[in-house]
C-alpha cells in the first residue's frame, strides 16, 4: 500500500496522521519554523505516547518531577522543522523501544519533508528511552545523518532490562512492571531472545556511529537508566572512539532544589533540549539566517554592507544568598567562556542586579545570529560554565518556552 501524500503544514506545530508504506497509520507533531527550513530533526520523547511533551514542554506532573521546557520556539529561531512521533511499537503503543517499523516510518518521514523544503540535513535526538531510538535510529543511517543527541540513554536493552528485574534501578519501575513491558514489547526475556534485544540497542551500531557526529549527555546519579559511565553513555562513547568516532560527552550532575525529590530520578530528567538542538543544528550547514533588528549600523567585514547592530536585554531570578558566589564567579570568568563570547559576536556586554534578579544587556554585531548562538550553545566550555552558574539562579516563570533568562522586550531607544 502506497504511503500518504504529504498534507500542507503551515508554520507551527502541527497535528497530522499518515499512512506508512505498510497501511498503519502513524501520528507525529510537526513544528514548521516560519523562517526558511534550514534542517529537519526527529527528536523521541521517552513518553513515546506524548510527543506535545517534546514541543511544549511540561511542568512537574505524571511524567515528570522536573520541568522539561519545549523545544518548538528554540527550533523555529534555528530554521529547524521538528518530527516528534507517537510510539507504537510491535505490541504496546506508547512504548516502542526502537521497534523497526517505528523507526523506518519515522526516517521516511523526515526524508520526504527534507526533500519537499529547503532543508540540507537530517539530525535526531531523544532523552532516556527516546535517546536509545535516537541513537539506533542514527546507527542505521549514519551517512545521511548529520548529528545525534542522547539525554541519559538506554544503550544496552539487556542490561536495563536485567537492571530493572533485578531491583538495581529506581523501585517504581520494578513496581509499575517496567521489565515485564519490555517483554511483552521485545518478545521474552534477553535470554529467550537476545538478537531482538542486540537490535534494539545503541552498542549493537558503535562502527556505524562512528561515521556521524554524537553528543552523549549523562549523569553518574542517575538512577532510572543507571551505571550511565560502565553500561550506557559512557561506555557508548568509548566505544564510537576506538572506532576512530568523534563523540562529545556532557556530564551533568544537577539535583533538586526539593529535598523530598528523588535525586536519581531527577537528574535523569536534566535534560536541555534547547542546547541539544541548537547543538545538532549547528553539526550541518543549512542554519538559516535571520535579519538582524533594531540599534546601531555597523558594517559586514565580509561584505562592506551596513547592517544593525542587535541589543538583547533578558532577566532571570538569583537569591539573594547566591549572589556573592556569583559576583564572585564573575569577577574572574573563565578565558575560554569570555573568549567563545568574542567569537559569536557579542559585545557590550553587561549583567547588573537588584534585589532578587539579575539583568543582563548585550549587544551583537556579527552576521548570522543563530549560527552563533548555537556555536556558544554547543562549547563544551560554555556549557561547563553554565553547569556551574545554573544552579544559583532561579528561571522567571513567565519566561517563554526554550528560555532560561527571559527575553525582555525594547520600548525605546535614543541613538
Same mark, same amino acid.
Given at each position: ?147 545525534? /543527541? ?104 544537577? *539535583? ?13 530528567? *536534566?535534560?536541555?533540549? /534547547? ?141
Amino acid at each position: 500500500m502506497a504511503t500518504s501524500e504529504l498534507p500542507e503544514f503551515l508554520p507551527g506545530i502541527n497535528s497530522v496522521s499518515i499512512r506508512d508504506s505498510a497501511g498503519v497509520e502513524r501520528e507525529y507533531l510537526i513544528s514548521v519554523p516560519s523562517a526558511p527550513v534550514g534542517s529537519v530533526s526527529i527528536v523521541f520523547h521517552p513518553f513515546g505516547s506524548n510527543p506535545e511533551l517534546v514541543l511544549y514542554g511540561e511542568g512537574p506532573g505524571d511524567y515528570l518531577i522536573s520541568t522539561l521546557d519545549g523545544i518548538g520556539r528554540s527550533a523555529d529561531a534555528l530554521g529547524v522543522l521538528v518530527v516528534a512521533p507517537r510510539a507504537r511499537g510491535r505490541l504496546v503503543d506508547g512504548v516502542s523501544l526502537a521497534w523497526q517499523s517505528h523507526l523506518d516510518a519515522a526516517w521516511d518521514l523526515a526524508t520526504r519533508l527534507r526533500d519537499a523544503t529547503s532543508a540540507t540535513h537530517i539530525t535526531t535526538g531523544g532523552l532516556s528511552m527516546g535517546g536509545l531510538e535516537a541513537l539506533v535510529l542514527a546507527g542505521q543511517h549514519p551517512d545521511e545523518l548529520a548529528a545525534v /543527541w542522547a539525554v541519559n540513554p538506554i544503550v544496552d536493552l539487556a542490561a536495563w532490562h536485567d537492571d530493572i528485574a533485578q531491583h538495581r534501578t529506581s523501585s517504581n519501575l520494578w513496581t509499575m512492571g517496567a521489565h515485564e513491558t519490555i517483554e511483552e514489547e521485545v518478545g521474552g526475556t534477553p535470554d529467550r531472545d537476545p538478537h531482538q534485544y542486540r537490535v534494539r540497542s545503541a552498542s549493537t551500531y558503535l562502527k556505524e556511529l562512528s561515521r556521524t557526529d554524537v553528543r552523549l549527555t549523562w549523569s553518574p546519579a542517575d538512577t532510572i537508566i543507571p551505571e550511565q559511565a560502565t553500561k550506557h553513555a559512557h561506555k557508548l562513547a568509548d566505544g564510537i572512539r576506538a572506532h576512530g568516532g568523534r563523540v562529545e560527552e556532557v556530564i551533568v550532575t544537577h *539535583s533538586p532544589r526539593n529535598p523530598l525529590l528523588e535525586t536519581g530520578r531527577f537528574a535523569h530528567e *536534566s535534560c536541555d533540549l /534547547w542546547g541539544n538542538i541548537a547543538w545538532a543544528a549547528a553539526r550541518g550547514r543549512g542554519i538559516p539566517s535571520k535579519p538582524l533588528r533594531r540599534g546601531g549600523e555597523t558594517t559586514s567585514a565580509a561584505t562592506g554592507e551596513a547592517r544593525q547592530r542587535r541589543r538583547l536585554a533578558s532577566v532571570i531570578g538569583l537569591p539573594p544568598e547566591n549572589l556573592q558566589e556569583y559576583t564572585r564567579l564573575h569577577a574572574d570568568v573563565w578565558p575560554s567562556v569570555l573568549e567563545r563570547l568574542n567569537a559569536s559576536h557579542i559585545t557590550n556586554y553587561s549583567i547588573f542586579s537588584h534585589a532578587d534578579l539579575l539583568f543582563a544587556y548585550m549587544e551583537y554585531d556579527g552576521d548570522d545570529f543563530d549560527s552563533d548562538m548555537a556555536a556558544m550553545a554547543a562549547d563544551p566550555i560554555t556549557q561547563e560554565w553554565w553547569a556551574v552558574c545554573g544552579p544559583l539562579q532561579r528561571p522567571i516563570e513567565d519566561r517563554a518556552a526554550g528560555e532560561w533568562w527571559k527575553t525582555l522586550p525594547e520600548i525605546f531607544h535614543l541613538q
